[in-house]
């Protein structure tokens, strides 16, 4: 994640911050089944238990996926699976960070239009496209 100056990365904590919280009960739910979660470079990633089986299993209109950023936080099936994800979670974090709790919309928006000229909602996403772009920049893996 880019390091900002304190303040304003406090006011990015809170610009995202309706989103995270919303979904900061999935830290405890991991880690009451057999996952866990911590700190990395300022966004809370959480791993494994029913998160973990979840997102293996799929969830609605991306299927089964490796990772997935809900604002400051970065839900995987396991360390590993964040580890190899991490740049392309990060560019999503910093796309949440622009666009703020409004991004789910903003995403959801960009993956209709693409879909409406043909395209997948998630493949042909811009905000997909460039975080598989910065991940392959980096020689990371894509989620
Ligand atoms: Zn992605």
């Not at 809900?70 to 910093?94: D, K, T, W």
């Amino acid at each position: 994640m880019k390091k900002n100056p304190f303040g304003w990365q406090l006011l990015l904590y809170l610009w995202v911050g309706p989103i995270t919280l919303l979904c900061l009960p999935l830290a405890l739910l991991a880690k009451w089944t057999g996952g866990g979660y911590h700190l990395h470079t300022g966004v809370l990633e959480i791993w494994g238990g029913w998160v973990g089986r979840w997102l293996d299993r799929g969830i609605p209109l991306l299927g089964a996926v490796n990772a997935i950023t809900i604002g400051h936080i970065v839900a995987g099936i396991s360390p590993q699976h964040l580890h190899n994800s991490r740049v392309h979670e990060r560019v999503h974090v910093a796309q949440f960070e622009q666009w703020g709790f409004l991004f789910p919309l903003v995403y959801l928006l960009a993956g209709i239009k693409a879909r409406l000229r043909g395209g997948s909602l998630y493949w042909d996403n811009p905000y997909e496209i460039e975080a598989r772009a910065k991940a392959a920049a980096k020689d990371q893996h894509v989620t």
